[in-house]
């Protein structure tokens, strides 16, 4: 029986938002960031196989968290590996050749709507790969030590998740080897040869980073 | 007596908004965006000189709004230009010796923090200039007709407003011709061969432009 995947990515080490909880634990309306992301794949169709990369140090603590706040949804565990490709390559060896389709997703992206999830998975199932952009209407400035570049605005689009492909496609293009350029799954995927389809995402769907983040996302949990 | 001026740029056609009303115009919470935008600086400080650019023919629909609405702040109307440029170039005309620091703010960015104003007007008080930025913390795209090339997102902030400027400054740039990179004030500036001197903004300053920032921007007023 042919069923679908959704890979969960939590690299995070909280390092950025100026604390020692990863921002993946931190709670949003008294529940970890990452459940929340979870949960929205468990509406979408609660018959995916979910896949959660996390790093070795955190895993004892996220399964205290599935305890103390009832998680139930039945998910398995990976290890992380050291960039956000190596955890997608170690949770793509749990995909079987039952697995059609496979979305990869932050687990920092709580406020992912159900619609997008949708359309990435009904692009992907037609065409092989769907990945959500959102347009950018603001200038532009790289700002590096004493660069200070603008940056041509035109056609610029933020890249979100969750990014869904074929199964084929996304196991094929994870065999190459990693090279920095590969901030996401498209990039990988497009280095193979592979060609990438976009659908709208929305801008609420943020990855959490910054500890301002948090009050922005209890806005619309 | 030396006094401080904001110069408040609408421009918007609300072509892109899918509707015949200027996204300036639309409510949130009953009340137009631009009027939330304005109120913003007068809530910094109540002594600002307030200056409009608006298209010339929105002048007759935002003086019924401001006696529908019962909107009382002083705030001079001047026509809007061709583009943002000579929106603020017809505005900078209002400007007289007595203005210390010339602050420029998008009328439909109603979300600006009263923080953020503030920063803005110490840094360019101390500086010269200073403009609100924030962190990319995604993938980034441009994707044009068939071209699709990836962005390196090292050190990419988004430029925000308000842009603030000791008024020398600013009248002085904005007396160069017109050049299509002009997308800002601070580009403006920084042409003239002034440095650019960044604070942080937040996230959920943004600009409306698309429908569905109508709701996001309703979460947060």
């Known amino acids: 029986m042919m069923k679908n995947a959704v890979i969960i990515v939590a690299g995070g080490t909280g390092s950025r938002m100026g604390n020692f909880i990863p921002k993946q634990f931190l709670l949003i309306k008294n529940k970890p960031v990452l459940m929340h992301a979870i949960e929205k794949f468990v509406k979408f169709d609660n018959t995916l196989d979910i896949i959660l990369a ?33 955890s997608v390559k170690n ?49 532009l400035r790289r700002i590096q030590g004493s660069t200070n570049e603008i940056i041509n605005r035109d056609g610029i689009y933020i890249v979100q998740t969750p990014q869904v492909f074929i199964s084929d496609i996304i196991i094929n293009s994870y065999k190459q080897a990693y090279i920095p350029e590969f901030t996401d799954d498209a990039s990988v995927v497009e280095k193979s040869g592979y060609s990438i389809n976009y659908t709208e995402g929305h801008r609420e769907n943020i990855k959490i980073t910054f500890p301002a983040d948090i009050n922005f996302v209890e806005k619309f949990i």
Chains 1, 2 share one sequence.
Not at 67 to 72: G, I
Not at 102 to 113: M, T
Not at 116 to 134: D, H, M, N, R, Y
């Open 54 to 86: 996390l790093p070795r140090n955190q895993i004892q603590t996220w399964k205290k968290l599935c305890a103390e706040y009832e998680f139930q949804y039945k998910h398995t565990t990976v290890i992380g590996g050291i960039t956000r490709f190596h």
């Open 91 to 139: 949770a793509l060896e749990k995909i079987s050749n039952e697995h059609k389709i496979i979305a990869v997703h932050d687990g920092v992206r709580p406020l992912v709507k159900i619609e997008t999830i949708k359309k990435c998975f009904e692009l992907a199932t037609e065409k092989g790969s769907a990945i959500p952009v959102i347009q950018i209407n603001e200038s």
